[in-house]
T-cell receptor
Framework: GAGVSQSPSNKVTEKGKDVELRCDPI?????LYWYRQSLGQGLEFLIY????????KSGLPSDRFSAERTGGSVSTLTIQRTQQEDSAVYLC????????????FGPGTRLTVT | DQQVKQNSPSLSVQEGRISILNCDYT??????FLWYKKYPAEGPTFLIS?????DKNEDGRFTVFLNKSAKHLSLHIVPSQPGDSAVYFC????????????FGQGTILTVHP
């Protein structure tokens, strides 16, 4: 079956512009996570969705970051007024439920802010 | 405050030999641990996991060992193959009602033919 997909795969944007990153989780997976990986670092948790609600947004670095999920499926991560330190690979993962630790990751979106 | 640490940025091993990747954690609330493997331009893929009620879990060539008192886990790959060359991430979960993962920085494994 289809895995987690993300788009775009690469995004180059100018400092100050807004960007939207999209994630399509595995069908039937109720839990969805966003992580980011900066150069040479591990994956950093951003936000967790169970269905359409986000019980944990504690990893979002600033109020320029927001995310939503609709229909219990597709999720969009939006970064407003991008800064150079936002440059990273943004990874989305889904799991069958919130209590399942095995997460399936998409290929990521590489964001470069110039 | 890095709660999960992989202190070796890289490891080089000869094909057929054992690869040992190490991971340390500080948060005693963690009760489930996973290893993920990542190839360039791909997302991490799940490899093997272990619950804190066990001290060993084996799956084919991969074995994970957990030492709770030392807050240390390791991944053994025997025998190592060139296709195992990738970045390996240790991850930990627990202390929440859902599966949020805390990752280490990763170790680049290179297996030479």
């Amino acid at each position: 079956g289809a895995g987690v997909s993300q788009s775009p795969s690469n995004k180059v944007t100018e400092k100050g512009k807004d960007v939207e990153l999209r994630c399509d989780p595995i069908s039937g997976h109720t839990a969805l996570y966003w992580y980011r990986q900066s150069l040479g670092q591990g994956l950093e948790f951003l936000i967790y969705f169970q269905g359409n609600s986000a019980p944990d947004k504690s990893g979002l670095p600033s109020d320029r970051f927001s995310a939503e999920r609709t229909g219990g499926s597709v999720s969009t991560l939006t970064i407003q007024r991008t800064q150079q330190e936002d440059s990273a690979v943004y990874l989305c993962a889904s799991s069958f439920s919130g209590s399942s630790y095995e997460q399936y990751f998409g290929p990521g979106t590489r964001l470069t802010v110039t | 405050d890095q709660q999960v640490k992989q202190n070796s940025p890289s490891l080089s091993v000869q094909e057929g030999r054992i690869s040992i990747l190490n991971c340390d954690y500080t948060n005693s609330m963690f009760d489930y641990f996973l290893w993920y493997k990542k190839y360039p331009a791909e997302g991490p893929t799940f490899l093997i996991s272990i619950s804190s009620i066990k001290d060993k879990n084996e799956d084919g060539r991969f074995t994970v060992f957990l030492n709770k008192s030392a807050k240390h886990l390791s991944l053994h790959i025997v025998p190592s193959q060139p296709g195992d060359s990738a970045v390996y991430f240790c991850a930990a979960a627990g202390g929440t009602s859902y599966g949020k993962l805390t990752f280490g920085q990763g170790t680049i494994l290179t297996v030479h033919p």
